[in-house]
């Protein structure tokens, strides 16, 4: 079988470097890829260094080697093409369909997926202009991913940096297992996803808490950047590391995740409530140690009830046409108490898992059935977390409205 063919176009900004690594990353595991310069990157890495990873000679321009269109041809022949960093000014060429270099008409000329990975100082991702450019680029089927948050050029912190290479690998490995549509089914779409467990303080040193490794929310929140959708990921407590592309908001408590979920929620696409919510708090936090006394038993710990975050956004939706899915654990009865928990929590969807042997928290595997509201079951065999999670992606995209400018049927 011919080999995935990819176009790594890296645009003039410090993280080419780290481009030198996706490179790597894409060759070793039987990528062909074609590394296609901007003028101004070659001011970062020379072109002696990606035509010696890549194995293709490399050109900026579309006038060299003419008689071969190469402007034209790279784009038409790609499976995949993936710009990494994408620059400002790069985002701002693609949305407007400028084609001054070969960078930009190979942009033009795909048919195939486009994923964008944005690098900047914040002010610049952060700026009307920029944020425009990434929605139209979004709207129309590209995937931009969202830069991580952290260590900039210089002394600078904030959100603006390449995620980690190897992130971005697992990224483009995951659009290209999609197949060649050019624009993902879940292009253009907000999607809000909570994951791990919440922990309900008792006082400065403990708390309830539950053992949810947060990794099925996470796979969830990877498999729908891949498939397009700008993703607001909240987490309660999984300690795991901000998957790429991904929005992550970091919350403690129930009370912090529901006020999270309803911000994120307002102008979300769908919500899937994959977090482990404690149903109750302690009535009263101690804000000192509490201590044990001698000759003395415990104090009773009084609970209270939390909101439940699932019913209250399924019964007041942001938008009419959202689409809410949350999980249940059950150990009996599966269907029938899946059933039931469906109508209560007035979702469209719920991921039952029969909780048992093998099917315990922080496996990397998961088996399950997906309840839909209008009856259908859909049974997902013992397997990868993504897996499912593709699954609850597949059955949420055909209940989503269709986008109201009518871009469905244009390509990134
Ligand atoms: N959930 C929520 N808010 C809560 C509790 C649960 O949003 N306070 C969500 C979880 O994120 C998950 C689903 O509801 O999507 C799981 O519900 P579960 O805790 O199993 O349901 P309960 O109504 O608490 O039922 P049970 O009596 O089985 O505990």
């Known amino acids: 079988m011919d080999k995935p063919k990819v176009v790594l176009g890296v645009s003039g900004g410090i993280a080419a470097y780290k481009a030198c690594e996706l490179l790597r990353r894409l060759t070793e595991s039987g990528h062909d890829v074609r590394v296609v310069p901007t003028a101004s990157a070659l001011n970062f890495v020379g072109a002696a260094t990606w035509s010696a990873l890549s194995g ?3 050109s900026t321009e579309v006038w060299s080697d003419v008689h071969e269109v190469p402007h034209v041809r790279i784009g038409q022949h790609a499976d995949l093409v993936v710009v990494a960093p994408a620059t400002a000014d790069m985002l701002a060429k693609a949305a407007h369909g400028l084609a001054d270099d070969l960078l930009t008409n190979t942009l033009l000329t795909a048919r195939c997926p486009v994923v964008f990975a ?5 002010e610049m991702w ?3 202009a920029t944020q425009e450019n990434v929605a139209t680029l979004r709207r129309r089927g590209a995937v931009v991913i969202e830069p991580a948050v952290g260590r900039l050029t210089g002394a600078d912190t904030g959100k603006g940096r390449l995620p980690d290479p190897d992130q971005i690998f697992e990224l483009c490995r995951r659009v290209l297992a999609r197949g060649g549509a050019a624009r993902p089914d879940l292009a253009g779409r907000h999607v809000v996803v909570s994951a791990g467990g919440t922990r309900e303080p008792l006082d400065p040193v403990r708390y309830l808490g539950n053992r949810s490794s947060g990794k099925q929310g996470y796979a969830l929140a990877r498999t729908a950047a891949a498939r397009g959708a700008r993703v607001t990921l ?12 991904v929005d992550v908001v970091h919350v403690g408590t129930a009370v912090q995740l529901r006020e999270a979920v309803l911000k994120a ?3 979300a696409d769908a919500v899937v409530m994959a977090a482990a919510v404690a149903d109750f708090r302690p009535a009263a936090y101690a804000a000192g140690k509490i201590k044990k006394k001698d000759g003395q038993e ?3 710990v009084a609970l209270v009830r939390n909101p439940d975050i699932l019913a209250e956004i399924s019964a007041e939706r942001a938008r009419p046409d959202q689409v809410v899915v949350g999980f249940a654990a059950e ?4 269907l029938a108490n899946g059933r039931e928990k469906l109508r209560r929590k007035g979702c469209d969807l719920l991921v039952v898992n029969e909780v048992g042997e093998r099917k315990t928290f922080g496996a990397e595997e998961n088996e399950a059935v997906v309840l839909a509201a209008d009856g259908a079951e859909t049974p997902v065999p013992y397997g990868p977390k993504e897996t499912l999670a593709d699954t609850v992606w597949d059955l949420v995209a055909p209940r989503l409205a269709a986008p109201a400018d009518g871009d469905s049927d244009k390509t990134g």
């Open 234 to 245: 909240i987490e309660a407590n999984t300690g795991l590391p901000d998957p790429a592309g």
């Open 298 to 300: 415990p104090a009773p």
């Open 265 to 267: 929620a307002a102008d």
């Open 56 to 58: 293709h000679p490399v």
């Open 118 to 122: 944005p690098a900047m100082h914040t």
């Open 331 to 334: 150990t009996d009865d599966v």
């Open 126 to 128: 952060e700026h009307p």
